[in-house]
């Protein structure tokens, strides 16, 4: 590991040490390019929710003159009626809903995808090796193709418009994923741990919980991270299985501000970044592992 | 110990559950139980629904109405019939959609990676921070972009201050602008995932290489053209097959931006799917949009599986 850091310290720099200044302009020309174009957007939505309106629909400004604490202040304490109800009771209604539906599904995928992944890495059993592509495959089958007949499963069950319509549609799509990343860390940990744990009379479950899981700790992270982002972020059956204020999540909440007010920028874009933090924050907390998760689980399978 | 149970259990009277083991496998009795909840949430929401949708194709079921009649090839004959021929019009705007997006991806991931994989200050921030977009959920971006592009958003506040423009440039409600538009959305909030594979595909590269290209006198672009990029060639073709099967299925920031307008002029085949059954309220003929885009997407599923599959 050390030798590694310093040989790669010592090749960077002599590479860019061979680097031609003219590359040098150019990298950083570029970075500058890159790192406004991802920022900018983000910095100009921020900007607008602490703006008046007269600012954002008027004055066209760039940098507030004051600061507007309004539009959030609408949003999470607000006493505006909205859709027939006070609008900080809607917008919180929406997070509480989309925190629900994230944390619940999350769980369910955590413990089910342990279950599934150890099985099919440390046992033997007819159909192990079915399951193991066919979870690849449904991964990878876009679940907007079949948002039509899962909306008949969701009618028959009587579901429509309830939360319960998400919390059973959406591990489809995290579920194989989740399975899928936690097989291919369980078979990089030695079977060795395992085999003692039974020899001294643990349990096939004992060993799951208390050595195969606490080991994949840094797995379960990243599944546990793409779960709830998943389904924190999810619009499309959300719009198609829910329709009334109170069982919508704030993806889809969102899409509701619009229309209703004439002004209605600085409260939707306080609303957006509200609706971005959670992701966000976790992403950033842990970008290494999701990196890692992301490249190990995507491309190196 | 295969040997040695090949060698012993002729020797037992074999019982059933022996007899069960021998053909279930060693653990099934374990194993069934621990893999059933996800292979059952997986035959429910994505097998049957897939031959669900394959039966529906053929009725002309509406939402409200408890049963379709089977109407046998009409829904899929309708789509050609029609003078609109909007099936083949959203075909059309589903490859330059998907093309310009994954083009676009694939050319600014390449040199943020690129730029990032350099020795320069700050690059962990400067990483984390162009991750942002992919992070962030589509609505959210959808309206960012919505608000750029908007009369009060800085986009057309250019155009009036340099008069590059009579008018404010209504993007999203422009026939040629609007797609165009969402593809430049599509780009910027999917380029993170291309750049954090290039990023590892590059850091996975050897020195030694560069080294021996640099020795032999290969120039800066040599060295990119002839080492980085073939090295990237296994990545680059399994995040383009993901992003492409991503990209083209995925319909937030459409129905955010246009709702697939104006005059269908962004209406992508999920999109038209959409349209179909939930807005048009006709679920038959709806299916059976999505059953026209299945073969594309087995055959991409298909080679993609192989190719993550092979890397074991």
Redesign the interface.
């Known amino acids: 590991m050390a030798t590694t850091a310093v040989r790669m310290r010592a090749s960077a720099s002599s590479s860019r040490r061979t680097l031609g200044r003219g590359w040098v302009i150019a990298t950083y020309a570029t970075l500058v390019f890159f790192v406004l174009w991802t920022v900018v957007p983000f910095i100009w939505m921020f900007l607008a929710s602490i703006k008046t309106n007269k600012e954002i629909y008027q004055d066209f400004t760039i940098l507030p003159k004051v600061v507007y604490w309004g539009h959030y202040e609408t949003l999470l304490f607000g006493e505006t009626a909205g859709g027939g109800m006070r609008a900080s009771a809607r917008f919180s209604a929406w997070l509480r809903n989309s925190t629900i539906v994230a944390l619940a599904v999350t769980t369910l995928s955590i413990v089910l995808g342990s279950f599934g992944a150890y099985a099919v890495t440390r046992l033997r059993f007819a159909g192990r090796g079915i399951m193991a592509r066919g979870l690849i495959f449904t991964y990878l089958v876009p679940g907007s193709l079949l948002f039509i007949p899962l909306f008949q499963v969701v009618a028959t069950l009587d579901l429509v418009d309830t939360l319960s319509a998400l919390l059973l549609v959406y591990p489809s799509f995290t579920l194989p994923f989740c399975t899928w990343m936690l097989m291919s860390y369980f078979r990089s940990i030695p079977v060795e741990l395992e085999e003692a744990a039974l020899i001294d009379g643990c349990t096939r479950l004992g060993v799951l919980f208390r050595i195969t899981m606490p080991l994949s700790a840094p797995a379960i992270a990243v599944v546990a991270l793409f779960s709830f982002t998943q389904s924190w972020n999810e619009f499309l059956y959300a719009l198609v299985f829910t329709n009334s204020v109170t069982t919508r999540t704030v993806t889809v909440g969102l899409t509701q501000m619009l229309g209703e007010d004439v002004f209605y920028w600085g409260q939707m874009m306080g609303g957006a970044i509200i609706a971005a933090l959670p992701p966000v924050i976790m992403y950033s907390l842990a970008q290494r592992l999701v990196i890692r998760g992301l490249v190990g689980g995507a491309v190196k399978g | 110990m295969a040997q040695s149970s090949a060698t012993h259990t002729p020797t037992i009277r074999r019982g059933l559950g022996a007899r069960l083991r021998a ?6 009795l ?3 139980p ?2 059933a ?3 059952l ?2 035959l ?7 031959v ?2 394959i039966f ?1 194709s053929f009725q002309d079921r509406f ?1 409200g109405k408890a049963e379709g009649t089977w109407i046998g090839f009409a829904n899929y004959v309708d789509f050609f019939a029609n003078p609109e021929n909007l099936f083949l019009k959203a075909s059309l705007i589903t490859l330059l959609y998907t093309g310009g997006a994954i083009g676009g991806k694939f050319v ?1 991931g390449l ?2 990676a690129s ?1 990032l994989n ?3 200050p700050l690059r962990n921030v ?8 992919w ?7 959808a ?3 919505r ?2 592009f ?1 009369t ?3 986009i057309n ?1 250019l155009i009036a201050e340099f008069r590059l423009a009579n008018d404010y440039l209504y993007f999203f409600n422009d026939a040629k602008l609007a797609l165009p538009a969402l593809i430049l959305v599509a780009i ?1 909030s999917g380029t993170p ?1 291309w750049t ?2 290039f ?3 590059m850091q996975a590269i050897s ?1 030694e290489l ?2 021996a290209a ?1 020795i032999d006198g290969a120039s ?1 672009f040599q060295r990119f053209r002839f080492i980085t990029v073939p090295s990237l060639q ?2 680059i073709m ?2 383009a097959l ?1 992003s492409t ?2 990209t ?5 920031q459409i ?2 931006l246009t709702g697939g307008g104006p005059s269908y002029a962004t209406t992508t085949l ?1 999109m038209l ?2 349209l179909t ?2 807005a048009g309220r006709q ?1 038959g003929a ?2 059976a949009i ?1 059953m026209m ?2 073969p594309a ?2 055959i ?2 298909y080679f ?2 192989r190719r ?2 092979r ?2």
């Open positions: 053909t279930l496998g060693p653990d099934w374990l194993a069934w621990m893999a909840p996800v292979v949430i997986v429910a929401l994505l097998a049957y629904p897939f669900d949708a529906l939402i600014v040199a943020m730029v350099q020795e320069i400067w990483r984390a921070l162009m991750f942002l977009p992070a962030v959920p589509a609505v959210v971006s309206y960012v972009w608000f750029l908007d009060t958003g800085p506040g910027w995932f954090m594979n990023l590892a595909g020195q560069y080294e640099e800066t296994h990545v399994v995040t993901l099967i991503w083209s299925a995925n319909l937030t129905f955010v999920p799917a959409y059954a939930i679920m709806g299916a999505s885009m299945m997407y087995i991409l599923v993609l599986t993550m599959l890397q074991e």
